[in-house]
Structure formats: structure tokens, C-alpha cells
């Protein structure tokens, strides 16, 4: 969406749960937010909505009533949603063309009724949420874990919202059972073991989430090795009136915030920077132990900073880095010969490969955030990778940019916000260093 252009409700119907009964939500949406995370693996929306009341006629009687009693709003109403750009491209959210896009009231929060008035938050959320509390996964999977990825999608959510190249291969197979767990749990719980074939040995880690595109499983280093969105034109921040060499009000960064501040006590209690690992074998009673160092896969791993990791020494006269002695132990018991007919040696998605790495993965890539507000552009998803630029503080040049902060990062969450005089996206950004990247220079 433009810069300029302010949004149009198309189409915002609110249909009763017995499919009978629809409202047209247009005049009284005062606001629509919709949201995306990459941790989290449903998309949801809100939509406050203010009426005077005489919207619908009674379930049981010819007179007008307020939507909240007429309908009635109970909770797993639908509602279709269209949202456009006044623009000439007419872009913006389609969450009617289809009745597997409809999203879903999941709550009613702050009903606030007059006399001649009423308001509420409609709290949306995907079919596929809902679906998520009414089904279990029960049976065996075996084969690689992006295979049941897809299944559970297919069989279980009943969804076909996801491509293929969406659900990223991964290279370490694992046979499991569902134990009566819910669909999204059970996918976000075999991203944290999932290793992408990419990446040979280097770092585990993914990401299970939903766009407007639909659902996406991705690895983190996959999501950095993407191209930037806006390559050829990234967004920037200024505080003064621009010399004319950036006329593209599209891509300027209305606000932002940086937060610098890292809780390093926090990541050394989870073992972001180096862990001990030991796993009992229960075939011949052995316990493996090794260490595992972030400073042993930075250079295999794709970072989107300048890759130098520098962490203090443990103290005065030591030569030993933070980042090499490890600060927690993590344990468990291997999965061998458990699952598969007859006695099987081999380990189930080795935990030596993948338990640390991902751990790691998750705790580095919030090294740096930054929080920002840009003018609505419904082109960019959670999970998509952009440039900025931002000013270096100086008294000498206003046009400088600073190098620490600047560069690509990852979309980790939005939200695109609409009322009927203005629009504008607001966007969360991670990435797990600090610097320009050399090949984004």
C-alpha cells in the first residue's frame, strides 16, 4: 500500500455461526490490526467495531437490534475480510476470495453498551486455529521431519494453505508418535529438531508460522539467505529535510526504536554461547559428553551482522572467553531402538546434532531488535528479510549512516493497522549481530 493512500474497507462481513445471519461491518470498523509472528503459528486480528445499535433484526423478532444481541455474538463467528489500497494497485489483505481464508472470532473483549450505542473488540484468528483445539495428532510419523510437517498440515489441520517450497527441507529423519498433542504444538516442537539440508553440520533450527500466503517451515539460516524485499531501495530514517537523493516516501521509516540492551546473564543461564551435552545410550549404558561452542559453527552458520563475536573473559588474567566455557549442562536420554521393529542402533534426529544448535539459533538471532513504524505496505510478511538504513548520531553530518545499526534484518513480527483516513504498518526486527554484513555492503 502507498504511502499516502488511506485503506477501504471492501468487504467486511460478519457472518452468525449458523451461516443464516450476516452484517455488514463497514460503517462501524473503526479500526483493523492484523498480525503475523514467525513464533507464532497462527496469524490473528483485531477489529473494533462501534454502532448505534438498530444494525440487524432480532434472531426471534422482526425489530432492529445491536449486533452483540441480534446476531448474536457468541464466539466462532466468521468473518471475511477485504482490504484495499486506494492506490492504482490496488494491494491490501484477501481474506474473503476463499471460505478457507475466513478467519474466525475467537473472543469478544471490551463490550461497552449506552443507550444509543454500543462498542467491541472482535478478536480473530485463522480456521486452522480453531481446528488446532478440536483435533490431536495420534498416529506413528516416520520419515524426515519437514515429510510430517506436511502431513500433519494435510491430514490432521485438513489445510492445503502451504506450498512446497514453503516447508523447507530438512536433512535428519525421526519417527515419533503424537501422544494425543495438539497439531501446533507438535509442529513447533519438531522445528527446534528439524537441521536444514543447506547447512551440512552447521546449525540447526526452524521456525513453523503463518502469513497471509499461508503456513511457512523454515530454517533461520534459510531466512537469512534470502533476498532482502527491498534490495535495491531500503527503508531509511531521517530527521532532516533530505538533500534529494531519497524522494521515495514509500520506504521512509516514520519512528523507530533500538534496543541495544542485551540481558547476557539470561543467555548464559540458557547456554546460548556454549553448553555441556550428555546423553545416555540405553543399548550399552555409555554416556556421551562433548561441549558444544557457538564460536565452533559461527563461521558455518549465515549471519546477517558482521560476525565478529567478541564476548569478555571469565576475569582478571584469564585468557578464556565467556563464549568458551560452557554455562549449562543439558541432558537427556537418546532415542534408540524405541520406534522401529527389531533393535535399531541408530540414534532418532540425534540430539548431540541439533539440541544446542537450535538453542543457540534461537537465543542469538535477538541480539539486535529494533521496533519501527514504516507507511502500510501489505507486500511484507513475517519471516521476510529487509534493509535500513539509520542515521549515525553526529554533529557534523545528518546524512551518515550508522554502520552498527544499518543493514538487513528479519521481519520476526507485524502488523498492518487500517482505519478509513490512514493506514500504516508496524514491524518488530531481530537479527543475531551487530555490523553490516559484507555482502549487503
Not at 106 to 129: D, K, M, P
Not at 209 to 234: A, H, V
Not at 252 to 262: H, P, R, S, V
Not at 327 to 345: A, C, E, F, H
Request: glycine content about 6%.
Amino acid at each position: 500500500m502507498s504511502a499516502t493512500g488511506s485503506s477501504l474497507y471492501e468487504i467486511l462481513i460478519l457472518e452468525s455461526n449458523d451461516k443464516q445471519r450476516t452484517v455488514d461491518l463497514k460503517l462501524g470498523a473503526v479500526s483493523i490490526d492484523y498480525y503475523e509472528d514467525i513464533f507464532s503459528p497462527a496469524i490473528t486480528a483485531k477489529i473494533r467495531v462501534i454502532n448505534t445499535g438498530d444494525s440487524i433484526k432480532g434472531e426471534k423478532t422482526d425489530k432492529l437490534e445491536s449486533i452483540y444481541n441480534g446476531l448474536p455474538l457468541r464466539g466462532g463467528e466468521r468473518v471475511r475480510m477485504k482490504v484495499l489500497d486506494k492506490g492504482d494497485e490496488k494491494k491490501g489483505l484477501d481474506f474473503a476470495s476463499t471460505s478457507s481464508k475466513y478467519l474466525h472470532v475467537s473472543s469478544i473483549t471490551e463490550v461497552i453498551s449506552e443507550s444509543q450505542t454500543e462498542s467491541f473488540l472482535l478478536n480473530l484468528v485463522s480456521r486452522e486455529a480453531i481446528a488446532n483445539e478440536t483435533t490431536r495428532v495420534t498416529r506413528k510419523y516416520t520419515g524426515t521431519i519437514d515429510q510430517s510437517v506436511s502431513k500433519i498440515l494435510k491430514d490432521i489441520l485438513k489445510t492445503t494453505r502451504f506450498d512446497t517450497e514453503d516447508i523447507e527441507k530438512s536433512q535428519n529423519p525421526y519417527s515419533f508418535i503424537g501422544n494425543l498433542k495438539k497439531p501446533f504444538t507438535t509442529l513447533v516442537w519438531l522445528a527446534s529438531k528439524a537441521v536444514p539440508v543447506s547447512s551440512g553440520d552447521a546449525t540447526a533450527g526452524f521456525v513453523f508460522y503463518q502469513t497471509k500466503d499461508g503456513f511457512k517451515f523454515k530454517s533461520i539460516d534459510g531466512l537469512m539467505k534470502q533476498e532482502p524485499k527491498n534490495k535495491n531501495t531500503p527503508y531509511y530514517y531521517t530527521e532532516v529535510n533530505e538533500n534529494g537523493t531519497k524522494t521515495n516516501n514509500d520506504f521512509k521509516i516514520l519512528n523507530y526504536f533500538t534496543d541495544k540492551n542485551q540481558n547476557l546473564i539470561e543467555k548464559l543461564r540458557l547456554g546460548a554461547y556454549a553448553s555441556q551435552n550428555m546423553f545416555f545410550n540405553p543399548l550399552n549404558f555409555n554416556i556421551s559428553n562433548n561441549t558444544f561452542k557457538l564460536s565452533k559453527y559461527k563461521d558455518k552458520a549465515e549471519s546477517l551482522g558482521a560476525k565478529e563475536f567478541k564476548l569478555p573473559t571469565l576475569g582478571e588474567g584469564s585468557n578464556t572467553s565467556l563464549a568458551e566455557s560452557p554455562t549449562r549442562i543439558i541432558s537427556g536420554i537418546l532415542d534408540i531402538g524405541t520406534l522401529d521393529k527389531g533393535i535399531s542402533i541408530e540414534k532418532n534426529a540425534d540430539p548431540e546434532k541439533y539440541k544446542s544448535q537450535s538453542l543457540m539459533r534461537y537465543n542469538v538471532l535477538l541480539t539486535q531488535t529494533i521496533s519501527m513504524m514504516i507507511p502500510c505496505n501489505t507486500d511484507l510478511s513475517a519471516g521476510d528479510l529487509i534493509k535500513c538504513e539509520f542515521p549515525k548520531i553526529s554533529s557534523e553530518d545528518a546524512n551518515e549512516i550508522d554502520t552498527e545499526v544499518s543493514g538487513a534484518y528479519i521481519i520476526k513480527e507485524l502488523c498492518h493497522h487500517f482505519e478509513p483516513n490512514r493506514s500504516y504498518t508496524s514491524l518488530k526486527l531481530v537479527r543475531d549481530n551487530f555490523g553490516i554484513n559484507k555482502k549487503d555492503q
